[in-house]
């Protein structure tokens, strides 16, 4: 079991599902977690700061209470396509980008940010230039402003907002990595048994659930996802860092 000993961790999305998880897990190897959500959380954590992702203000307040010294940020907190489109591209891209900028400059030498994409990200390839465009904005305004100007069909907007977080994630992390040693990573899960995954259903339709069912034993348990996010959280991985990491179960490897 790695050692995350003195180690502080910031993860977002931990009153439910795959941040739950992850915040269990890195107790028990030692680390100190701090908790971030809208809701308050169900588990035992070292801190908790409850706070609305999707508006920025309410970041910058929550920053106010965050420490001075973080050593890994892992943002699961997310919303699914059934939301509003301007609250999934809040939740899902703006917020958490804001958010990790600011912790990333709090993050000393061998820092870690693991950002929870998906599957559904997975063609992020088809619209490599506007993904590139929204990730060069400079702020959580300037994102708001360059998305008024193209807007994101509501009906594939949690696609559209988890592909924009691969490449802004593959695009910054050498950055990162070149002045401040920090690691930033995707994982891409598929299908996991958490409180969003009937919204996930209704947001794909019976047709594409259907065919997905027979290229996979099951959807994942938020605890077999979990283990991947405290790898790339730890030492063990400070030589990965701008990958996205598939953690489906074969899914993806089945649409070649
Ligand atoms: N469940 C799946 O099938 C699946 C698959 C691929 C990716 N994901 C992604 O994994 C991440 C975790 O999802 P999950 O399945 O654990 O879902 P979940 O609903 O169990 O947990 C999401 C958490 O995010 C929090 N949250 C939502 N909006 C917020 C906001 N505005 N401010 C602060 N917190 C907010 C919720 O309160 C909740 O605790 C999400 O980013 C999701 O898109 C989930």
Not at 139 to 165: H, I
Request: charge should be neutral; charged fraction near 20%; glycine fraction near 8%.
């Amino acid at each position: 079991m790695s050692n995350m000993q003195g180690k502080t961790i910031v993860i977002t999305g931990v009153s439910s599902g795959i941040g739950a998880d992850t915040a269990r897990l890195l107790r028990l190897q030692g680390a100190r977690v701090i908790g971030v959500d809208r809701n308050e959380p169900m588990l035992t954590l070292d801190d908790f700061v409850k706070v609305d992702l999707g508006e920025q203000s309410h970041v910058d307040a929550a920053l106010e209470k965050l420490p001075a010294r973080v050593d890994a940020l892992c943002n699961a907190a997310g919303v699914p396509g059934t939301s509003p489109a301007d609250l999934v591209a809040r939740v899902n891209f703006l917020g958490l980008r804001h958010l990790t900028l600011k912790l990333a400059e709090r993050m000393p030498e061998g820092g870690s940010i693991v950002n929870i994409a998906s599957i559904l990200g997975a063609e992020w390839p088809k619209r490599l230039d506007l993904h590139k465009a929204l990730a060069e904005t400079s702020s959580f305004e300037a994102g708001l402003a360059w998305l008024a100007r193209n807007p994101v069909p509501q009906e594939t907007c949690y696609q559209y907002f988890k592909e924009a977080l691969i490449v802004w994630t593959i695009t910054q992390s050498q950055k990162l990595f070149l002045s401040r040693g920090v690691r930033m990573n995707c994982v891409a899960p598929g299908p996991v048994f958490t409180p969003i995954l009937g919204d996930f259903v209704q947001m794909l339709g019976s047709q594409r659930v259907e065919a997905d069912a027979h290229r996979m034993k099951r959807p994942a348990y938020s605890d077999e996802v979990a283990p991947v996010i405290a790898f790339l959280c730890s030492d063990a991985a400070r030589w990965v860092s701008g990958i996205n990491l598939p953690v489906d179960g074969g899914l993806a490897s089945t649409y070649l």
